[in-house]
């Protein structure tokens, strides 16, 4: 027999349900109205929360189930040259299970335009590394994100893509997914129930790839289907942008705009379509959490892409692509930490 314990570590307090996020945009500014669902998840009560947001973010006032709240603020250390900002607020005791609300008015100026977040007047995007909206756990952390089911409204007049059902300048997401938009002039073009959209003045070579690109991101569905259960309704997009490619969640997927003007499909471009539709189903449907939750969600997702590879361009193509993951993780194998302390990041 072999006998083992659990090591004592601290448990998650707080859980996300749901996020409703009021945001507009002028002068370089994000001014934005967040309102946390959130349930004590720990072993008791609770008395104390700590939301997480960009440091540059002005926190102008929070309330708690309708009430002001006392808040202070401090700093959180991501390496040597990143900071988060911590919004301390003060509760009274929440018992375990129960549910409460925190609503957080703030501005997020940006002084300079990245992958992660940018405003210009061809269109502005916000992706959740950016950490443009408060939340209680970073994505530093060995637990990882906060994923959970979210309305996003965002004062623009330009079209608005995120993820979930979309409406006017609103979207919807009803899966575990993370807040995040893009706005900008959009062409779209639709194959077997994926839109593509590319930008203004796009050619017919660069619709014809993303028909093509539409058609690979419909079979990864099919084939994760297969092996996962029923596909979860979902939309399925694909967004050519020139800042922020690689980043997909919950069935939308930003692509840089070269891809759309290659000759044919490159195996970097099919592997980050596929590794995002299986996410839908290790993450997204089905809620995916605790330390360690990077092997299930990361791990088993790229997995079964590559399995999703291999059936459809050849055993060769999947044999080249495990060899680049062996390569790649072969520079960090012998610093590498253990699984249920490790950032999923």
Not at 310 to 337: L, S
């Amino acid at each position: 027999s072999t006998f083992s314990q659990t090591e004592p570590r601290a448990a998650a307090a707080w859980q996300v349900k749901r996020y409703d996020i009021n945001a507009s945009i002028a002068d370089r500014v994000l001014s934005a109205t967040a309102v946390l669902n959130l349930q004590n998840v720990g072993n008791g009560a609770g008395t104390r929360l700590t939301l997480r947001i960009n440091d540059a973010a002005e926190v102008t006032a929070v309330q708690l189930n309708g009430a002001t709240a006392i808040f202070t603020k401090g700093q959180e250390a991501l390496g040597t040259s990143k900071n988060l900002q911590r919004i301390i607020v003060n509760l009274p005791s929440i018992q375990p299970n129960a549910t409460f609300s925190v609503k957080v008015d703030y501005k997020l100026k940006i002084d300079e335009n990245s992958g992660l977040n940018a405003i210009s007047p061809l269109g502005s995007q916000f992706l959740p590394l950016s950490f443009w909206y408060p939340t209680p756990n970073s994505h530093y952390a060995p637990r990882g994100a906060d994923f959970a089911p979210f309305k996003l409204t965002v004062n623009s007049t330009e079209p608005l893509i995120s993820s979930g059902t979309g409406s006017g300048t609103s979207f919807e997401q009803k899966l575990n997914g993370q807040p995040f938009f893009l706005s900008g002039s959009w062409e779209t073009v639709e194959a077997k129930g994926v839109t593509v959209f590319l930008p203004k003045g796009a050619g017919e070579f660069e619709k014809q790839r993303a028909g093509e690109l539409a058609t690979l991101m419909a079979e990864a569905s099919t084939f994760t289907a297969s092996l996962l259960g029923t596909a979860p309704s979902i939309p399925l997009r694909i967004v050519a942008v020139r800042r922020g490619s690689g980043f997909a969640d919950a069935g939308t997927v930003l692509l840089d705009y070269a891809a759309f003007r290659r000759q044919k499909i490159d195996s970097l471009t099919a592997m980050s379509i596929a590794d995002s539709v299986v996410k839908i189903w290790l993450g997204n449907a089905k809620l995916v959490r605790g330390e360690g939750y990077g092997v299930i969600r990361e791990g088993l997702s790229r997995f079964v892409a590559t399995q999703f590879l291999e059936k459809q361009f050849g055993k060769p193509t999947a044999d080249a692509e495990r060899f680049r993951q062996m390569t790649a993780y072969a520079t960090v194998a012998r610093n590498d930490a253990p699984f249920n302390i490790v950032s999923p990041l």
